[in-house]
Nanobody, 127 residues
Framework: QVQLQESGPGLVKPSQTLSLTCTVSGGPITTNYYYWNWIRQPPGKGLEWIGY???????YYSPSLKSRTSVSRDTSKNQFTLQLSSVTPEDTAVYYC???????????????????WGQGTQVTVSS
């Protein structure tokens, strides 16, 4: 079991880049067959999978967000980072990082597939 903690600004202006970091404890993010995901939940809506970076450092993104998304990692800090560019108010959401033990190219419908979650962080896009 690992522990995850999101951090980053809670307010981002439209057209800017949203940047969030997930710090992992309890094991290295390079551990075999771990997939480190970003997921968000806009107000009044369901969960939306954004993308992941895997234990080898390979990233995969939701097709709907791919053009604006980048997920990277810093193994020396045991962190992975989400960057979402050109944000609009529609990007306002609670953002979560979550661990999974297998990949999904559209996110898991069964949330039990995500073995560990961060507590989530609210990000509001507003001028």
């Amino acid at each position: 079991q690992v522990q995850l903690q999101e951090s980053g600004p809670g307010l981002v202006k439209p057209s800017q880049t949203l940047s969030l970091t997930c710090t992992v404890s309890g094991g290295p993010i390079t551990t075999n067959y771990y997939y480190w995901n970003w997921i968000r939940q806009p107000p009044g809506k369901g969960l939306e999978w954004i993308g992941y970076i895997d234990f080898r450092g390979t990233a995969y993104y939701s097709p709907s967000l791919k053009s604006r998304t980048s997920v990277s990692r810093d193994t020396s800090k045991n962190q992975f980072t989400l960057q979402l560019s050109s944000v609009t108010p529609e990007d306002t959401a609670v953002y979560y990082c979550a661990a999974a033990r297998r990949p999904s190219w559209k996110g898991f419908q069964d949330l039990h597939e995500y073995t560990d979650w961060g507590q989530g962080t609210q990000v509001t896009v507003s001028s």
